[in-house]
């Protein structure tokens, strides 16, 4: 009688759907339903473990704020995110694979000359980011934009300690040249840990994981006729490549910050000599018609 009844309200739960008006919400809202009930008919949860999983969901939210976003790290943590973004760009081979926006895009990044120094605190080991925007042919995309984020040189985000760090700082907002190339200033990023004051750090907790994120570069890059990428660069080296908290680690998106002895090139980029230098393109796909 039991499966029966819970068959039939699955059932009428999918059919309650039916009068949906948009085609795409009806489907995804009656394939979470009938992968909803699977889930509780095969887990079987006590009324209690029920209680404390809405108790999670509701301190999840709770612990959202204008600067933080503790939904997009739990989709973080359990892959959910880089699994989006992976079956979205399924197909789309020679060019830059895309990555986890992760929870920290939370505030415009200023508008900033190329060359400019976006560690507006110091602290970190000097660093230039180079590279071209490019079409999948290779074709140069000049006026490409380049939103950039990183966390500062002890892995905290501007929107993270808003006493210490200026806002935007780490941050900027990069138009290309009419060869698509960009550059800019910055300092070495550093692995940090994910934040775990949170309902997600509890889980973390409660499933033995480490928090840490290898070091890296945030960048959505746009150009006209291109679908945006949204991607990292992660540092060559850095601990946490292989464990990721976030699962968004790609080989092709780990890069060398090569370490340069010359003084023409740190007068010319305006660093202190030594620096370390990442050079890198950033392919883009055209819009299919």
Same mark, same amino acid.
């Given at each position: 009688?039991?499966?029966?009844?819970?068959?039939?309200?699955?059932?009428?739960?999918?059919?309650?759907?039916?009068?949906?008006?948009?085609?795409?919400?009806?489907?995804?809202?009656?394939?979470?339903?009938?992968?909803?009930?699977?889930?509780?008919?095969?887990?079987?949860?006590?009324?209690?473990?029920?209680?404390?999983?809405?108790?999670?969901?509701?301190?999840?939210?709770?612990?959202?704020?204008?600067?933080?976003?503790?939904?997009?790290?739990?989709?973080?943590?359990?892959?959910?995110?880089?699994?989006?973004?992976?079956?979205?760009?399924?197909?789309?081979?020679?060019? *830059?694979?895309?990555? /986890?926006? =992760?929870?920290? #895009?939370?505030?415009?990044?200023? $508008?900033? %000359?190329?060359?400019?120094?976006?560690?507006?605190?110091?602290?970190?080991?000097?660093?230039?980011?180079?590279?071209?925007?490019?079409?999948?042919?290779?074709?140069?995309?000049?006026?490409?934009?380049?939103?950039?984020?990183?966390?500062?040189?002890?892995?905290?985000?501007?929107?993270?300690?808003?006493?210490?760090?200026?806002?935007?700082?780490?941050?900027?907002?990069?138009?290309?040249?009419?060869?698509?190339?960009?550059?800019?200033?910055?300092?070495?990023?550093?692995?940090?840990?994910?934040?775990?004051?949170?309902?997600?750090?509890?889980?973390?907790?409660?499933?033995?994981?480490?928090?840490?994120?290898?070091?890296?570069?945030?960048?959505?890059?746009?150009?006209?006729?291109?679908?945006?990428?949204? *991607?990292?660069?992660? /540092?060559? =080296?850095?601990? #946490?490549?292989?464990?990721?908290? $976030?699962? %968004?680690?790609?080989?092709?998106?780990?890069?060398?910050?090569?370490?340069?002895d010359d003084p023409s090139q740190a007068r010319e980029f305006g660093v202190p000599n030594p620096f370390r230098h990442a050079r890198f393109d950033l392919v883009l796909d055209p819009v299919r018609s």
């Amino acid at each position: 009688m039991t499966t029966e009844f819970t068959t039939r309200l699955t059932e009428a739960v999918v059919d309650s759907i039916e009068g949906t008006a948009d085609p795409r919400l009806r489907e995804l809202l009656a394939a979470l339903t009938r992968h909803l009930h699977a889930f509780v008919r095969e887990t079987r949860p006590t009324m209690t473990e029920w209680e404390r999983a809405v108790g999670f969901l509701t301190a999840t939210g709770q612990a959202c704020t204008d600067t933080r976003q503790e939904f997009v790290l739990l989709s973080d943590v359990l892959g959910i995110s880089m699994l989006v973004e992976t079956i979205n760009s399924d197909g789309r081979g020679g060019v *830059t694979e895309s990555t /986890v926006l =992760g929870p920290f #895009h939370m505030t415009e990044s200023p $508008v900033r %000359a190329l060359g400019a120094d976006i560690d507006l605190v110091g602290g970190g080991e000097p660093c230039v980011v180079s590279g071209r925007v490019l079409s999948r042919d290779g074709t140069p995309l000049p006026g490409a934009v380049l939103d950039v984020w990183q966390a500062n040189a002890e892995g905290y985000y501007d929107v993270q300690q808003p006493e210490i760090q200026p806002p935007g700082n780490g941050r900027g907002l990069f138009t290309a040249d009419g060869g698509g190339r960009f550059w800019f200033r910055t300092c070495v990023p550093s692995p940090y840990p994910i934040p775990t004051d949170g309902p997600v750090g509890d889980l973390l907790r409660a499933t033995g994981r480490h928090p840490y994120r290898p070091a890296h570069i945030h960048f959505i890059a746009s150009g006209e006729g291109h679908a945006p990428v949204t *991607t990292h660069i992660f /540092v060559a =080296g850095s601990d #946490h490549l292989d464990s990721d908290a $976030v699962f %968004a680690v790609k080989e092709s998106l780990v890069q060398d910050f090569t370490e340069t002895d010359d003084p023409s090139q740190a007068r010319e980029f305006g660093v202190p000599n030594p620096f370390r230098h990442a050079r890198f393109d950033l392919v883009l796909d055209p819009v299919r018609s």
